[in-house]
């Protein structure tokens, strides 16, 4: 990758129009960064320390957890770093690493969405095969499926990226190295890679929704013929988190990805939607939504609490 270019380093410009307002954005990020951590090692915490929870939609919860705490920790770090008036400058590997880093955990937490999604779909449809089908080498089938095409979709955008040469300008007009701040800065003919780009994106991304909208279709209807309002209610409130986070995840993804003309302050604010703030808000979603994450969670402090005291 070395080869094909003659820069050593790139210089992240940050968000747009933000000049003299950095510590308080550092601030504010550094608490949301902070809260996003700590708030998704709880929930995975809750769900290894409770038997109760030992279940299939547990475990792809605890496994979003994850991905929440690692997704922003490609971008967050080095923007706070520059934030606090460090360096903007990132290495040329650096920056190939955030961006393959970046769609590797973004694409394959999209995948989870949907197992997700597959997985609310047996629960409620077919409630009595719900653990012949959802058994264990089945979700970690799903899970390695995932992670199979997380990393062939990064590895293609990240090649098609950095196969091109950098010669000449090197200002990232972004605060993380993505492919629509990167490319401009080709020297030589990027169309290509543009074209990869957003069909790959866009099509992975609207394919993944698609599958989440067929199984939440048939979970609507199911729940249409529960009789009892309290079998409804109970159901409705098991898939409104989900549905919540994936419309917080999906949402900024299509309208960056699919826009013919890259705005940067647009592209920014979207970003920080879907990397900071997205998974800062699922902490929140399946904490207050759910009940047994709730008393799960409850009973961690009140153990917390004794050995303190003792």
């Known amino acids: 990758m070395r080869n094909h270019t003659s820069l050593d380093e790139f210089i992240l410009l940050g968000i747009p129009q933000t000049e003299g307002v950095e ?36 475990f ?11 997704f922003p920790s490609v ?13 903007r400058a990132i290495s040329y590997e650096g920056c190939a690493s955030q961006l393959f880093f970046y769609h590797l955990l973004g694409s394959t937490e999209g995948c989870i969405y949907s197992v997700m999604a597959y997985d609310r779909f047996v629960a409620i449809c077919h409630p009595l095969r719900y653990m012949i089908i959802m058994k264990p080498e ?22 098609f990226t950095f196969q091109l040469t950098y010669c000449g300008r090197s200002k990232v ?3 993380f190295c993505d492919i629509p701040a990167v490319l401009p800065l080709a020297c030589n003919d990027s169309s290509l890679a543009k074209r990869v780009g957003s069909i790959n994106v866009g099509l992975l991304a609207l394919m993944l929704l698609f599958s989440v909208c067929v199984s939440y279709t048939h979970i609507g209807i199911a729940i249409l013929r529960i009789r009892s309002a309290e079998g409804r209610q ?4 098991t898939c409104s988190a989900h549905l919540t986070a994936i419309l917080c995840a ?15 302050l647009l592209g920014s604010v979207l970003q ?39």
Not at 26 to 33: E, G, L, P, R
Not at 143 to 158: D, E, M, P, Q
Not at 250 to 264: A, C, D, F, K
């Open 272 to 310: 920080i939607l879907n990397n900071i703030v997205s998974p800062m808000l699922n902490s929140l979603i399946y904490s207050l939504r759910n009940k047994e994450v709730k008393n799960s969670l409850k009973r961690v402090f009140q153990k917390v609490i004794l050995i303190v005291h003792e």
């Open 173 to 175: 007009d972004h605060f």
């Open 234 to 237: 109970k159901a409705f409130s």
């Open 75 to 87: 971008t967050c770090p080095k923007m706070l770093l520059y934030l606090s008036g460090q360096s």
């Open 23 to 58: 510590p308080v954005l550092f601030v504010i990020f550094a608490f949301i960064y902070f809260f996003t951590l700590l708030g998704n090692l709880l929930i995975f915490t809750a769900i290894v320390s409770s038997s109760t929870l030992h279940t299939p939609m547990y």
């Open 138 to 159: 089945v979700c970690m089938t799903l899970v390695g499926v995932a992670w199979l095409v997380g990393i062939l979709h990064a590895s293609t955008l990240t090649s």
């Open 60 to 70: 792809f919860l605890g496994l979003l957890s994850i991905f929440d705490m690692l």
């Open 250 to 264: 999906y949402g900024p993804v299509i309208i960056i990805y699919l826009q013919r003309t890259p705005n940067p």
